[in-house]
């Protein structure tokens, strides 16, 4: 790869009085300027080469004026706002509505409405349900903690190993869940 020189530049490329002024990545070519505001535009796909004009120079503003503006530059009013596009139909007017865009977002407000019901139900409201008893009367529920065994907690209840097994038929005591709730007779003795 070269260095760079003076002869890489614009000025020593371009005829005189011709400046880049823009390019278009569709086609791939370069638009410039002539000094007399005529637009011109390269090969395809060629920084230099051979230019055809494109359009001759406005007939209202002269070259100087024009030179260094950008192609696509909105025009502009002398207080320096640019004119809105005007279109003789509102939005209040326009009647052709795109039900395929409706179509396309009735998913994601499905989703956002199942899950707004389902905080509501998890977060605010699990205390309006009563709570079901799960022991019988004249027992207590005893929260499983990690590490704890059947024998563990009928111990810590001076009851027989057999008479919690009666209490809690559908408990494995080979495979005691924490987190499971299980039915011990009067309140735990300290010991």
């Not at 320096?80 to 209040?92: D, E, F, I």
């Not at 409706?102 to 605010?124: K, N």
Request: with cysteine.
């Amino acid at each position: 790869m070269g260095r760079w020189t003076q002869y890489d530049e614009d000025t020593y490329r371009l005829p005189e009085g011709m400046t880049r002024t823009g390019y278009d990545a569709d086609t791939g070519r370069y638009y410039f300027t002539d000094k007399h505001g005529g637009v011109w535009q390269g090969e395809e796909g060629a920084e230099f080469g051979e230019m055809t004009r494109v359009s001759d120079a406005p007939s209202s503003s002269s070259g100087d004026e024009q030179h260094g503006r950008d192609i696509e530059e909105a025009p502009t009013r002398p207080d320096g706002y640019q004119l809105l596009a005007t279109n003789s139909a509102t939005m209040a007017h326009k009647q052709d509505i795109n039900a395929a865009a409706y179509r396309t977002l009735l998913p994601f407000f499905l989703i956002v409405g199942v899950a707004l019901l389902l905080i509501w139900r998890l977060v605010l409201s699990p205390g309006l349900a009563s709570p079901v008893e799960m022991c019988p009367s004249g027992t207590i529920g005893h929260w499983v903690h990690p590490g704890d065994t059947c024998w563990d907690i009928s111990a810590t209840y001076k009851c027989s190993l057999e008479a919690f097994k009666a209490l809690n038929p559908k408990i494995d005591c080979e495979s005691l869940m924490p987190g499971t709730t299980v039915c011990v007779p009067g309140p735990p003795l300290s010991g």
